[in-house]
């Protein structure tokens, strides 16, 4: 290695604390030069203390004779280019948790020796003092000179238990409570040799007026009542140094709800935001009394402290339901954020390079006295040491480069934290026209911002205000909601048509979502987001209520660049078996997972539908791929929650039918499945049973998320009398002795789904077994035709529109004759047993000649129409899908030539 002095302006000689700490004892230098060849670690830690105890220090003085050593060696691995970042923050960090681990120890034994082992009173159980690690501590990241914040938890109150005549008992908070201040005074009382580290109580519950040591009860009650927004910010960084692990996670089961919400918090943003200006407002008071301290790398402009507002403010944002979030590493959480898309990777790659640069930049400023400080300092030789330091050749160069980098961090600091609220234009609608009923006014207003039908539409403003949900609000709820409001009525002016039905639909919504301040703060830091709610408002009718059932889908909104991207099906399923594995246990948040996930995926699709981006048989197959993925994942996540399972896997499968058979699902479809086994186990038949009950339990029940889908079983062996699930072998026998032609007819539409890939491809073989069997033509002619006037009189149309789906002429006719053809040719054409959609099975027969080619090809196209209108009365909110005769007069000329050409001789 380099030696120490032989190159003062990278070496430890650049750090007046380190020259002063070699210059008091010449025999350190060879010391500092052995150790500086090391990475240091716990071990070697333990191993030097005990040496220095060997040679008679007290424990105090070896360990911060130690930290003297730990911190020199430091300064001269970074100053020599043999240590990075990592090195430092990691090292220093390792070292505070061993000085407290250390400390506590020893302390710990004497206070027993003394009063007895500290018991719980409820449990009985021994109780530890939980150490927790705050801020920079907390997450690994600990500065060269930083103090340490600590908070001190118990378990369980109770009292000590002696063992002898000589110990005093004492109740566990006592107990506690001496044991941390001998704690504090043993790592910070300043000495001949110095101190071990500072220590800040400060972020104890009730601050410095709370009591030194807290037991879980007083934590839990206090987070209850009194925690603030700024606390689960510092909360985030928790991390147990010491304590039983039983009781470590019990202690967390109480923090994380705390600090994250099982909803997405865009309110933190504001709750952030006025915390970053009032620290702002200190430095700037500070500077302007003290104008030498200038430059504050951690709480200045474009400092460290802004970078980890940036990762904070998404852990706090979304940690509640993404697990991966909760990293108390500020580096490793942009990393994440990059990984979900969250931030972009280019911009976090600049954060980080950012974050490694101030840094550095700040462990200089303190290399150079051991002074806990984040400014430059005033003195010019001072200064030149310190950009010597980062490898500047002046002062100026060091400034050059710190300018442009605290230039983007305030950039993307910005980008998140501006204040949205800022007026550029006075409010159309003030509190005062609705308090005052001044209708007349209003509809001035609305008037005069271009919105049409301004009567109803003040009406139902006025109407809104006064209800009961909004007269309830919070004065700066209300606030919000009225900015809201205003900015809706300048955008939804910009609409041609459709003005009033827009703004009905947004103000239920706004209703529903009002005493929810986290989705209007959403919107409110994410203009852009009010703007696709309105846009995809105005558009349909059953969008604006499936997001007014599930506003958590507005983050989703919030990246239109993802909004629109096709879903990756490989990394989708990935994530959500992941998303389940992190629940494993938990029953109903696997469920609550399962709802979510669907529901943001089917909203993106829903997204692109809307913006004219996917055709309707697109979308069809997007939903279908979606509901198998969603199936699998619930066959898997169900089966792990039957105790009495004889396998790991489930020889067991859902076989969909109808809809999602066909691949034609929509957005509210039921899900119509069987379910087929395959398993000699004695237990497999009451197992499987019990999955399949429990599958569609999962599916059905509603939690907060709603439901996933409605299952419908009907198409299962002899209906409703029979099991609920059948044997391969048993479901062979049916369809070829007791099955009716209607369930043959079903069969065309059936496809393997989800679970056992084997017990699937036996499905396909039993299909293509019983469609291609040889039929009587008159007698299926006759029974198909029977079945399709059974369904007709079931679902009479007494308008003058339409039915798109039931009159004559229809969907299902188009089906039913897809289905005849496909039951009467099979037997001589295998190729029509493939399960690729009415209009590929269509345009098949014509090319084999089994239709006329052009009628095939002109009832495709009517069926591709009809799910077309369909489609699009639905996303009206519609039930009954039914036109006008003229808007599909050449459509029914097609279909019912068709009908007429193959059943007529029946």
């Known amino acids: 290695m380099t030696s120490i002095s032989s190159t003062p302006s990278c070496s430890a000689t650049a750090s007046r604390f380190v020259a002063r700490w070699l210059q008091a004892d010449k025999s350190r230098i060879s010391e500092l030069e052995d150790i500086s060849r090391l990475s240091l670690s716990p071990s070697i830690f333990a191993e030097i203390l005990q040496n220095k105890t060997n040679l008679g220090a007290s424990l105090n003085s070896a360990m911060r004779r130690l930290r003297h050593l730990v911190i020199s060696t430091l300064i001269v691995r970074d100053l020599n280019g043999l240590a990075n970042l990592d090195e430092v923050v990691t090292t220093v960090s ?19 020796a003394l009063h007895g082992q500290p018991i719980g009173e409820e449990s009985g159980e021994r109780q530890e003092l939980i150490v927790i690690g705050m801020g920079k501590l907390g997450g690994r990241e600990l500065n060269v000179s930083s103090d340490i914040d600590l908070i001190f938890c118990y378990s369980e109150d109770g009292e000590t238990q002696t063992t002898s005549a000589e110990q005093r008992s004492l109740s566990n908070h006592e107990f506690f409570s001496r044991l941390g201040k001998k704690l504090i005074a043993a790592i910070s009382e300043i000495t001949e040799d110095g101190f071990s580290f500072r220590v800040d109580m400060a972020l104890r519950p009730n601050g410095t007026s709370g009591p030194l040591v807290a037991s879980f009860s007083m934590v839990e009650e206090y987070f209850l009542i009194q925690g603030r927004e700024w606390e689960r910010y510092a909360w985030v960084k928790a991390r147990a140094l010491t304590g039983i692990p039983e009781h470590i996670a019990a202690l967390d089961k109480i923090i994380h709800p705390f600090i994250y919400r099982r909803y997405l918090d865009y309110g933190v943003i504001d709750s952030l935001r006025n915390m970053h200006a009032q620290i702002r407002a200190e430095v700037i008071r500070q500077e302007t009394r003290h104008p030498e301290r200038g430059n504050n790398v951690k709480l200045g402009r474009g400092g460290i402290r802004e970078i980890e507002f940036l990762s904070q403010v998404f852990q706090l944002i979304r940690g509640g339901r993404e697990i991966e979030l909760r990293d108390r590493s500020t580096r490793l959480t942009l990393k994440v954020l990059a990984e979900k898309g969250i931030l972009e990777p280019a911009i976090v790659s600049q954060l980080l390079e950012s974050y490694a640069f101030l840094r550095n930049l700040e462990h200089r400023l303190q290399y150079l006295d051991d002074a806990q400080t984040h400014t430059f300092p005033a003195k010019e030789e001072d200064q030149q040491i310190i950009a010597q330091m980062m490898g500047c050749a002046s002062t100026d160069d060091l400034l050059a480069q710190l300018a442009p980098c605290r230039k983007f961090v305030a950039e993307q600091f910005d980008a998140i934290f501006k204040d949205k609220t800022e007026k550029t234009e006075e409010d159309a609608i003030t509190p005062a026209l609705f308090e005052q009923l001044d209708k007349e006014s209003i509809e001035s207003q609305l008037a005069s911002l271009g919105l049409h039908e301004t009567k109803e539409t003040a009406q139902r403003l006025i109407s809104t205000w006064q209800s009961p949900r909004m007269q309830t609000l919070s004065e700066a709820s209300r606030n919000k909601m009225l900015a809201l409001i205003n900015s809706a009525l300048r955008m939804i002016a910009f609409q041609t048509t459709g003005q009033l039905s827009t703004l009905n639909r ?88 399962l709802r979510e996930m669907h529901h943001a995926l089917l909203f993106r699709l829903l997204a692109q539908d809307l913006e004219g981006e996917l055709s309707v048989e697109h979308l069809a197959d997007a939903l279908s791929q979606l509901a198998d993925i969603m199936v699998e994942a619930t066959v898997q996540g169900a089966w792990e929650t039957i105790a009495t399972r004889h396998c790991e896997k489930p020889k067991f499968a859902v076989i969909a039918y109808g809809k999602l058979g066909g691949k034609e699902l929509g957005y509210a479809s039921d899900l119509d499945v069987i379910f087929l086994y395959e398993d000699e186990h004695q237990d497999a038949p009451a197992s499987y049973a019990k999955l399949a009950q429990r599958f569609i339990t999962w599916m059905t029940s ?37 099955a009716w032609l209607w369930e043959h007819q079903a069969l065309t539409r059936a496809r393997f789904c989800a679970g056992d890939p ?149």
């Open 94 to 112: 390792d070292f505070a948790d061993f000085v407290v681990q250390t400390h506590l120890r020893a302390l710990m034994a004497d206070m027993v």
């Open 506 to 593: 947004l103000l239920d919504f706004m209703e529903a979502i009002a005493r929810r301040s986290a989705y209007l703060s959403l919107l409110t830091e994410y203009p852009r987001a009010l703007q696709r709610v309105i846009r995809m408002m105005g558009s349909s009718d059953w969008a604006a209520k499936f997001l007014t059932r599930h506003p958590i889908l507005l983050d989703e909104l919030l990246d239109e660049s993802v909004l629109h991207q096709m879903p990756d099906w490989a990394v989708f399923a990935k994530d959500l078996r992941q998303q389940l594995e992190q629940h494993r246990g938990d029953v109903e948040r696997q469920m609550e997972t």
């Open 702 to 738: 509603h939690t907060p998320a709603g439901i996933l889908f409605d299952i419908d079983i009907a198409l299962r062996p002899d209906g409703a009398s029979g099991l609920m699930v059948s044997t391969v072998s048993s479901f062979l026998r049916y369809q070829e002795k007791s």
């Open 758 to 906: 084997s017990i699937g491809k036996q499905f396909d073989d039993i299909r293509t077994h019983v469609l291609t069997q040889k039929r009587d033509e008159m007698l299926l002619c006759t029974e198909v035709i029977n079945m399709r006037k059974k369904m007709h009189d079931a679902h009479p149309n007494r308008t003058d529109l339409f039915d798109l789906k039931h009159d004559s002429g229809g969907m299902i006719d188009i089906e039913f004759m897809v289905q005849f053809l496909v039951l009467r040719n099979a037997h001589q054409y295998p190729e029509l047993t493939a399960n690729i959609g009415n209009i590929a099975l269509l345009k098949r027969c014509g090319e084999l000649g089994l239709i006329d080619a052009k009628m095939a090809l002109d009832t495709a196209n009517a069926y591709r129409v009809f799910r077309k209108f369909q489609h699009n009365i639905r996303l009206q909110g519609e039930d009954k899908a039914r036109v006008p005769h003229e808007k599909i007069a050449s459509e029914l000329l097609a279909t019912r030539g068709l009908w007429d050409s193959l059943f007529s001789k029946a």
